[in-house]
């Protein structure tokens, strides 16, 4: 108890700030000129052969909003949808990035849980990827969009898609339920929810683990952190550490995944983008994805961790990975080198 009651008052001490937000790489462009990037745009896609350079140079450096706004301006002035042209004119990874940039968060987001659920094999990585890292408000947008762009439920899709455990974490967490972070420390609740978790992980039998779901899907970041401080003392070892030996597949996946991000939302990224790159054949579609999802929200963070757990640049590694336009495009999007 003295070593508990030494956590409880040097936590608030060691507490993680959840300030990741601000740190985008990707921000509105200081001199824009929507007119300009229009006909420069036009003028890029008529030339033979296409002008892929310019752009690259104009779509990775303007904010969403910005280019929500060449969308709708090229429309009106040519009658023709900017979309379509960049589909007819590009191709391969560039034509996907270039049209990423286009669409909104809650759709592409929309669009790739579909295509994670589609088909004889479903993407657990990257269905639990965007499922533990959207906030309350991002998931309410995806389940709407969903909706209206299939027309089906997202959650009826998952739950024909996952069985068990699985699916009931990724049910709980599309609710969006998760509390704010909040400066208030509540002790009481802290060293509430850290032997709760305890007590299910040392049950000798079948550990109903679906006890830890409320739990993970409904405090907020903050206090989860702290929770998992005072379960290392109640249990002696890390929370991953007991979800790796106590659980398998995909129920395992999803647990540390989620606990991964809530301790470090950035090192998780992190992780996921070596991943995307670590291997013989680089995963376009999740590198385009990551980048593209996260550029506007917390990439410099992102890039920070990146060096530091894997001793190299995120924007060397993009170099030396990829090549031509593409390779220009995202790193557009990373921006700079971390020495």
């Known amino acids: 108890m003295v070593l508990v009651n030494d956590v ?30 229009v006909e420069a745009l036009k003028k890029a896609l008529d030339t033979k052969g296409v002008d892929e350079a310019t752009i690259v140079r104009i779509l990775s450096n303007r904010s969403w909003e910005q280019r929500q706004l060449i969308a709708k301006a090229f429309q009106k002035e040519y009658k023709t949808d900017l979309e379509t ?80 455990r699985f699916q009931k974490l990724l049910l709980a967490l599309l609710k969006g339920q998760r509390d704010v972070n909040s400066n208030v420390i509540n002790y009481e609740l802290m060293e509430e929810d850290a032997k709760a978790l305890h007590a299910v992980a040392t049950q000798k039998k ?35 550490e007991t979800i790796k030996k106590q659980m398998k597949g995909d129920d395992a996946k999803a647990f540390v995944a989620l606990v991964q991000s809530i301790q470090n939302t950035p090192e998780y990224f992190a992780d996921r983008l070596h991943s995307s790159m670590k291997s013989l054949g680089t995963d376009d579609k999740s590198l385009t994805r990551l980048l593209v999802s996260r550029c506007e929200v917390d990439l410099l963070s992102i890039r920070a961790e990146f060096r530091k757990k894997y001793g190299k640049s995120l924007y060397s590694t993009i170099r030396d990975d990829t090549k031509g336009d593409y390779q220009c495009a995202l790193l557009g999007l990373c921006r700079g080198e971390d020495l």
Request: overall charge negative; proline content about 4%.
């Open 85 to 164: 042209l960049l589909k007819k004119k590009l191709s391969g990874y560039l034509e996907n990035v270039m049209l990423s940039l286009l669409k909104s968060p809650a759709l592409s987001d929309a669009q790739v849980l579909r295509e994670t659920m589609k088909g004889f094999g479903t993407d657990e990585e990257t269905l639990i990827e965007i499922l533990v890292t959207r906030s309350n408000r991002e998931l309410q947008e995806i389940k709407a969009t969903y909706k209206e762009e299939f027309q089906k439920d997202l959650e009826k899709d998952i739950l024909a898609d996952a069985t068990g």
């Open 206 to 240: 079948n550990p109903d683990f679906d006890a830890w779901i409320p739990i993970l899907t409904e405090r907020s970041q903050n206090h989860l952190c702290r929770v998992f401080k005072l379960y290392k003392v109640y249990s002696s070892s890390d929370i991953t």
């Open 8 to 37: 409880l008052s040097q936590i608030v001490q060691v507490d993680r700030p959840m300030t990741w937000g601000t740190l985008a790489t990707v921000k509105p462009y200081p001199n824009f000129f929507v007119v300009e990037d």
